[in-house]
Each structure stands twice: as C-alpha cells, then as structure tokens.
Antibody, heavy 119, light 108 residues
C-alpha cells in the first residue's frame, strides 16, 4: 500500500527556520517525483515544487522559487520542505503528494502538515 | 502560467441529483492533461479523474470527466451523501502546475 506520512504540526515565530518531512512507503521511492503543495486557510491548492528523489532533480513554481527549499534523502525514503526565515503569510496546510510516474497528476497524498507562524 | 477557472463557486443540491462542474483553462490543455480532485473537510485531496476522463483506482463510476482544449467538466451522475465536498481541477500539461479555485457542493 502506497503511503506518504508527513511530520506533525508546527507552531513557529516569524524569522524562525523550519523543515518538514514526508516519508514514502509501499513503492519505489526513487522512481516517482514528490510534489509539495500549499493550501492557505479556506483557499485552494498551490503547487510549490517537485523533486525526483532518484537524483534530487527539482522544479519550483516561480511563486515559491527562492522562498523554500525542497530536498530528499533517498536512503530513508523522505522528502523535505524547508524555510530559512518564516513569515506570518506562510501559515498554511502543506501537503506532499506523489506525482504519477510519467505525468503530473498527484495520485497519492500525505495527510498534511499544518504550519502556524505567529509572534 | 495556465489559469484554471471553475464554476460555479458553490452548488446546493440534494442527494440523487446529477451535477456537472466546469473547469475552463486560459489556454489549451494539450493531450488532455487535466485532473480532478475531491477534498472533504479536514482531509487531503483525493485524485478522482486524470487524463480528462480516466477514473483513478477505486473511484465509483458515477464520476466521469470529459472535455478538451480549454473546456472540461466533471459529472456526478447521482449524488451520494459522501460526495458533498470541494472539487478542484488541475492542469499538468506545463509548469507551473495549476489548480482551479474549487467548486463546493453542499447539501440543499
């Protein structure tokens, strides 16, 4: 069974750093891109970027390029999303999702990590 | 960037009714790289339809997708109580992947 399990909710202050994780199981982790998506409170979905754990090749949305870093450790089947300096506007639910093997649909999703940034 | 516009924003319907949701793209989504997702409160989105009209694993056949070019639809032939949720379309023909703003189905 394919599963993506994300790290738990975080409460941080502005300017703090943060790294959240997404661990895949039940499939060959290195063969599928993993995407990160943001959902702000009461809003829709925004694609932030995608990484291929096999070689750590990554793609970013222009809206998020330079704002976050996506990485992966294939030895432990885990992808990461990190911020070096959080802002209040980063408060949102963040999902990781497996991209289809050959196309960009997201076929399996993590449960989400709620990030709250507040002073 | 391809902008996806969904309509209507909210629909109030009763179980048993048929519903068609619309997703319009700002430019052609070639090769039908269009997906639909369902999201219930407090849950992650779930893939329903990909490639415009292919149902994902385990999705009941009351869900169907169609369309081409810039106009796509998701049809639920007979609403079940568990279908009341928010539905998003997504294009994956070009980066950045983009989503529509969602259509909320609520019980009348």
């Amino acid at each position: 069974e394919v599963q993506l399990v994300q790290s738990g909710a975080e409460v941080k202050k502005p300017e703090e750093s943060l790294k959240i994780s997404c661990k895949g199981s039940g499939y060959t982790f290195t063969n599928y891109w993993i995407g990160w998506l943001r959902q702000m409170p009461g809003k829709g979905l925004e694609w932030m970027g995608t990484i291929y754990p096999g070689d750590s090749d990554s793609r970013y949305s222009p809206s998020f390029q330079g704002q976050v870093t996506i990485s992966a450790d294939k030895s432990i089947n885990t992808a990461y999303l990190q911020w070096s300096s959080l802002k209040a506007s980063d408060t949102a639910m963040y999902y990781c999702a497996r991209r289809g093997e050959t196309t960009g649909k997201f076929d399996y999703w993590g449960q989400g990590t709620l990030v709250t940034v507040s002073s | 960037e391809i902008v996806l516009t969904q309509s209507p924003g909210t629909l109030s319907l009763s179980p048993g009714e048929r519903v068609t949701l619309s997703c319009r793209a700002s430019r052609s989504v070639l090769s039908s790289y269009l997906a639909w997702y369902q999201q219930k409160p407090g849950q992650a989105p779930r893939l329903l339809i990909f490639g415009t009209s292919s149902r994902a694993t385990g999705i009941p056949d009351r869900f169907s997708g169609s369309g081409s070019g810039t106009d796509f639809t998701l049809t639920i032939s007979r609403l079940e109580p568990e279908d009341f949720a928010v539905y998003f379309c997504q294009q994956y023909v070009s980066l950045p992947y983009t989503f529509g703003q969602g259509t909320k189905l609520e019980i009348k």
